[in-house]
């Protein structure tokens, strides 16, 4: 059988996952499935970069996890684990750290932008948060890895710490790719909608999280911004607002925006949004049901986890025990 091509991707557990995330990253996540082997992985330990208060990161990472699941990531074609379980990457990342430059990390963009929004806390981690990011991906000697626009430099990176140490050494690592999905659909925030919708956005209206009630997406949905109109046009220029609600619809619903123009001429806004709010409901209602069952049979979910660890170590391993033969590392 040919040997299926490997991708690698992680979210840092961060807050409760949003309607954007299904779109823009999750859906992607589980159609690969099919066609690759997957690994996919909260980050907790790079989410102690930042303070956290530690029951929290706890929930947030199993919350993350069930969420993964309910959204249709299959953890048995594919390996969904907690970043933690897995030593190997603390101890790949030791060594990449000797072969990265201060340089090299002091110039990546999210450190700088990190570094600035919280300058009372910019720690060494912090500091090497790309390079862990590199072990992550080379301990599964990964072809491709989905990510957004702002991990790029992180992957740049990946990409030269592997050859750099390929050609000091002898071929270790694979070297990955950047998996940059068909463009998604992007969702706006509800109440400013020029802006993407975001988990740590402070006006909770403007979020759809994939734990709403019914009642919950409904009601934003109704109290959503939208413009001084009164057409159901896909406008994203002008009428952001109405685009974006026209956009959650058709994820909802799979209609195109020439068909829900047309199923919605000459009628008000307060239709449209009351049709919008029903429609994302129904597509949410399976994801939150499931999630919630996850939520409450912790056992279930911790047998899902385990596992998934224990086949990520079982690959890990077997990068970093080459690794540690090559740099000199005594092997008994
Ligand atoms: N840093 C990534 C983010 O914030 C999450 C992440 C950690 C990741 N390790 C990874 C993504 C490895 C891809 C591959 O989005």
Redesign the pocket.
């Known amino acids: 059988m040919e040997q299926r091509k490997v991708i ?5 557990p ?1 807050g409760i996952l949003t309607i954007g995330h299904l779109t823009g990253a999750l859906t992607n996540w589980v159609k690969l499935q099919n066609e690759y082997d997957c690994y996919y ?1 909260i ?1 907790d ?2 989410a102690i970069t930042a303070k956290q208060t530690p029951a929290e990161l706890r929930k947030r990472t199993l919350d993350t996890a069930a969420m993964f699941i309910a959204s249709g990531i299959d953890p048995v074609n594919s390996t969904l684990f907690i ?1 933690s379980h897995v030593p190997e990457h603390s101890q790949l990342t030791w060594v990449l750290n000797t072969f990265t430059g201060m340089g090299e990390c002091s110039r990546m963009t ?1 450190f700088k932008d990190k570094s600035r929004q919280h300058s009372e806390n910019i720690n060494v981690g912090l500091f090497t ?2 390079v ?3 072990a ?2 080379l301990l599964y000697q ?1 072809d491709l ?4 626009e ?2 790029k430099q ?2 740049e990176l ?1 990409r030269n710490l592997a050859q750099r140490f390929n050609h000091n050494y002898s071929d270790t690592f694979k070297v990955p790719e950047p998996y940059i999905p068909e463009i998604g659909a992007r969702i706006m925030s509800l109440q400013e909608p020029e802006k993407k919708m975001s988990k740590s956005d402070p006006i909770q209206g403007s979020i759809i999280f994939l734990t709403d009630t019914d009642e919950q997406i409904v009601g934003k949905i109704k109290r959503a911004v939208t413009d001084s109109g009164s057409e159901v046009i896909f406008d994203e220029e002008n009428k952001p607002g109405v685009a974006n609600l026209m956009t959650l619809y058709h994820i909802a619903t799979g209609k195109s925006m020439s068909e829900i123009e047309s199923e919605f001429a000459g009628k008000g806004y307060g239709d449209f949004k009351s049709q919008v709010g029903d429609s994302v409901a129904e597509f949410i209602s399976p994801i939150r049901d499931r999630y919630n069952e996850l939520i409450a049979n912790k056992d279930e979910l911790a047998k899902i986890l385990i596992s998934g660890g224990e086949k990520a170590r079982h690959t890990a391993l077997r990068t970093l025990r080459k690794v540690y033969k090559k740099v000199g590392f005594v092997q008994f």
């Open positions: 690698l991707s992680g979210v840092t961060s992985m980050a330990l790079h970043q999210q948060y790309p862990l990011m590199a992550d991906i990964a890895v989905p990510v957004g702002d991990q992180h992957l990946t």
